[in-house]
């Protein structure tokens, strides 16, 4: 249940709810103090760092895919800073090893590179590997489908150049319960087995949906203790979306209503713009007005809209809704489950502005934290 007033909101704009996000971290938490393992933020998907101060009461750092990722990691949470990208620029090597303490490479060509440099840094390094299980069916999601570019598999993993490695990290999963990260440790150690002996750390990636409500938390933490008693390593899991899974919210307003064959609302908000993965997953976002229950399905209610946002893009369509009053310009919708994946991936096509950002804290008040403007885009053009 929303308890703050949308009316004072500039729209669109992304709202992340303390509360909710308070609840997620305190779940984190005691998956971790549990298990014996460390927690951290996978900031790809979800950077809002003006609540980092909160979150890394809660974590134990931040993971990153790359050199602006770890600096703001570092500089807005601290803790302990990881990173991991397929292929690492020359020049941001340097900084890199200053500002992580932890550097996953992807290959042994990556590694053999920048070894000397990550060590004489202090860097604890590290090596991907994929166990080549995949539990999903989505290939764009999947880092283990056939051709993968992401990790070194069992056939081309090479012991001999090892030296001076003291990790090894796997991703595989994506937005998946406990039972997928069995199946995946099943295949890891089958492959990997045999090195395990000589690592004092693992990271398990991200992709565990730890706090939605059927995670079986159990499970995994049975997993994660099994694993440090067997091998004596650490344990780290680096999930983004069980941080902010269901905290935050994007409010919009109804532009106008037009027809053809259909009602059609056309939206401040757009999906192309502002929220990405509609299109690319693709997904159903819910969807409420401020005061009512959410939209239902076409016809589960009297009147059917067909949501879309303004810009060019024929495709620019988040979906058919019922609901039980008909829309009207100046009506205000609010999209669910808005933190992740929407503020890293945003842009600005067609000249379409940047949402505000705004905080609800716990106390039931709103703070608009960012707004954005002209200026901002044209900045990121020449």
Not at 42 to 55: D, E, G, V
Not at 312 to 323: E, K, P, R
Request: glycine share 10%; with cysteine; proline share 5%.
């Amino acid at each position: 249940m929303l308890i703050f007033n949308l009316t004072s909101l500039p729209t669109p704009c992304y709202v992340t709810d303390e509360r909710l996000l308070l609840r997620n971290l305190k779940i984190l938490r005691a998956v971790a103090d549990e298990a014996g393992c460390k927690i951290l933020l996978a900031q790809k998907a979800f950077s809002m760092f003006s609540l980092y101060p909160l979150i890394g009461r809660w974590l134990d750092g931040t993971a990153a895919s790359g050199l602006f990722e770890a600096r703001l990691g570092r500089e807005e949470m601290g803790g302990e800073t990881h990173v991991f990208s397929a292929a690492y620029r020359p020049e941001e090597m340097a900084e890199l090893v200053r500002i992580c303490g932890h550097i996953v490479f992807n290959s042994f060509n990556q590694w053999e590179t920048y070894r000397e440099t990550a060590l004489g840094a202090g860097a604890k390094c590290g090596i991907r590997v994929n166990p080549q299980r995949s539990t999903q069916e989505s290939a764009i999601y999947d880092p283990c489908a056939p051709g993968s570019r992401l990790g070194v598999t069992a056939r081309e993993f090479r012991p001999a150049a090892a030296e001076g490695l003291t990790g090894l990290h796997f991703h595989t999963l994506c937005e998946q319960n406990s039972d997928a990260l069995e199946t995946t440790l099943e295949a890891f150690e089958e492959r990997f087995g045999f090195f395990l002996p000589r690592v004092s750390w693992v990271n398990f990636g991200g992709g565990h949906h730890i706090t939605r409500g059927d995670y079986d938390t159990e499970r995994l933490i049975s997993l994660i203790r099994r694993f440090r008693e067997r091998y004596g390593a650490q344990v780290y899991l680096e999930p983004g979306e069980a941080v902010a899974l269901n905290a935050g919210f994007l409010v919009t307003r109804v532009l106008d209503v037009v027809r053809n064959e259909t009602d059609i609302a056309i939206l401040d908000a757009s999906a192309a713009c502002h929220m990405p993965d509609v299109l690319e997953m693709p997904y159903r976002p819910r969807v409420s007005p401020p005061d009512g229950a959410f939209a239902g399905n076409p016809g589960e209610y009297a009147h059917t809209f067909r949501l879309a946002g303004p810009t060019c893009l024929a495709g620019d369509i988040i979906g058919d809704y019922s609901f039980p009053s008909p829309l009207k310009a100046g009506d205000t919708l609010i999209f669910h489950d808005m933190a992740i994946y929407t503020m890293v991936k945003n842009n600005t096509f067609n000249g379409m502005p940047l949402p505000a950002i705004a905080v609800a804290r716990e106390d039931g008040g709103l703070q608009v934290v960012k707004t954005f403007g002209y200026g901002d885009f044209k900045a990121r053009l020449s």
